[in-house]
C-alpha cells in the first residue's frame, strides 16, 4: 500500500516485511497496539525519543486506509457471492402442495 507522508515503509529485511515507520523497527501496529492499551502520545514519544509525532499520525492514517481498502474488498467479494448464489427452497420448507 502507497503511503504519501513517505513515513510508512515496509522492506522484506525489516520485520519481516511489516509496514514499520521510517525502515525503524517498530511496526505500524506496535503504535497501534499502544494507543490501543490507552497510551498517549506523548507517552509514546517519551519512550520511543526516535519517533517523532508525525510518525504516529501516519500510522493512524495507515491503518485507516488499510481498514477502508479491506472493507470495500470484502463488500465486493461479498456482492459478487450474493449476485451469484441461487437460493433454493429446502425440501423441509416446502409447501404441502408442493409436495
Same mark, same amino acid.
Given at each position: #500500500?502507497?503511503?504519501? /507522508?513517505?513515513? !510508512? =515503509? #515496509? /522492506?522484506?529485511?525489516? @520485520?519481516?516485511? $511489516?509496514?514499520?515507520?521510517?525502515?525503524?523497527? !517498530?511496526? *505500524? =501496529?506496535? *503504535?497501534?497496539?499502544?494507543?490501543?492499551?490507552?497510551? =498517549?502520545?506523548?507517552?509514546?514519544?517519551?519512550? +520511543?525519543? +526516535?519517533?517523532?509525532?508525525?510518525?504516529?499520525?501516519?500510522?493512524?492514517? +495507515?491503518?485507516?486506509?488499510?481498514? $477502508?481498502?479491506?472493507?470495500?474488498? +470484502?463488500?465486493?467479494?461479498?456482492?459478487? =457471492?450474493? &449476485?451469484?448464489? *441461487?437460493?433454493?427452497?429446502?425440501? @423441509?420448507?416446502?409447501?404441502? &402442495? /408442493? $409436495?
Amino acid at each position: #500500500m502507497n503511503d504519501p /507522508s513517505g513515513r !510508512i =515503509t #515496509m /522492506s522484506p529485511e525489516i @520485520c519481516g516485511g $511489516r509496514p514499520t515507520i521510517r525502515g525503524l523497527r !517498530i511496526r *505500524v =501496529t506496535d *503504535v497501534l497496539d499502544m494507543l490501543a492499551a490507552g497510551a =498517549t502520545r506523548a507517552d509514546i514519544l517519551r519512550d +520511543y525519543p +526516535y519517533l517523532e509525532d508525525e510518525d504516529i499520525t501516519a500510522a493512524l492514517e +495507515y491503518a485507516a486506509r488499510s481498514g $477502508r481498502i479491506a472493507a470495500l474488498e +470484502y463488500a465486493a467479494a461479498s456482492a459478487l =457471492t450474493v &449476485k451469484t448464489a *441461487v437460493w433454493t427452497r429446502p425440501p @423441509c420448507l416446502k409447501s404441502r &402442495k /408442493s $409436495r
